[in-house]
């Protein structure tokens, strides 16, 4: 027999469960306010077959407020894609402000750089091609940049955040910012198991698990914030 079509069933369900709703929040409040480059690198990632990992406008339109309060001269990201979080940093962060941006894939990143070009904030971004934990273990390596970073985001492998999170603890100053994206994934979070598309129920597992580590994790204050597909804000504390 054919199963009920619920939002489980939707592709990258939005985690609020109503798709009107998250029309509305965009409609109304993101997209008038998106800059003109954020706006043309997400419009030159639509045709991109993988084109749902990019971040949500309205957890970028959180994170930028969040970049302006902070005013981070040092910031990591985990996770490229296109580039529309990389930018909306980029573009949030002091002329002197400086990224290190991880990614294996070039191929994606190449799409959104035209558009970081144009916005003349190329001169803060170092991309680097590689998986990000290697990367992270060099830095570490070097007492100097222990507690140098001011901000870092996190989206991409799931099954890795906990480990992102042990070393960005320490790469981070405190006071700094560590912001993680997908954290409520999709909704899923709090879907049974058997309610979950099969090829998903890895990450959303991961998810679980990462939720509960990070909340009972006394070293950072936070927030899981219902925005895009869940942001954790997490302020280090100790
Ligand atoms: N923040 C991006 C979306 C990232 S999608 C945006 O705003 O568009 C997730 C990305 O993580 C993909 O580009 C994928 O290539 C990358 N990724 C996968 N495994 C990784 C790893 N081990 N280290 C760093 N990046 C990884």
Redesign the pocket.
């Known amino acids: 027999m054919e199963k009920e079509t619920k939002p489980a069933a939707i592709h990258n369900p939005p985690i609020l469960m109503s798709e009107g709703l998250v029309k509305y929040i965009l409609e109304s409040g993101v997209y008038p306010r998106e800059s003109e480059p954020l706006r043309e690198l997400r419009n030159a990632t639509e045709n991109h077959p993988l084109n749902f ?3 949500s406008p309205d957890a970028g339109q959180l994170m930028a407020l969040l970049l302006k309060l902070l005013n981070p001269k040092k910031t990591i990201e ?8 990389l930018l909306l940093t980029a573009l949030n962060i002091p002329d002197d402000g400086k990224i290190i941006a ?4 070039r191929n ?1 990143y190449e799409i959104g750089l035209p558009f970081i070009k144009k916005a003349g904030v190329e001169h803060k971004i170092q991309f680097l091609q590689s ?3 290697p990367v992270l273990d060099k830095l570490l390596k070097d007492p100097a940049n222990d507690g140098s970073f001011d901000f870092a985001f996190v ?3 799931k099954n ?1 955040y906990w480990n992102y999170h042990e070393r960005l603890m320490k790469l981070v100053r405190i006071g700094g910012i560590i912001a993680y ?1 997908d954290t409520l994934w999709g909704g899923m979070v709090a879907m049974a198991e058997e309610e979950v598309p099969e090829d998903k129920r890895e990450w959303r597992k991961q998810a679980i698990a990462f939720n509960k580590a990070i909340a009972a994790d006394s070293r950072v204050e936070l927030t899981l914030a219902s925005v895009g597909d869940g942001l954790t804000i997490c302020r280090r504390l100790l």
């Open positions: 990992l990019a971040s985990v996770g490229v894609f296109t580039g529309y979080s991880l990614d294996p894939d994606s998986p990000a934990l989206d991409a492998d890795n994206d």
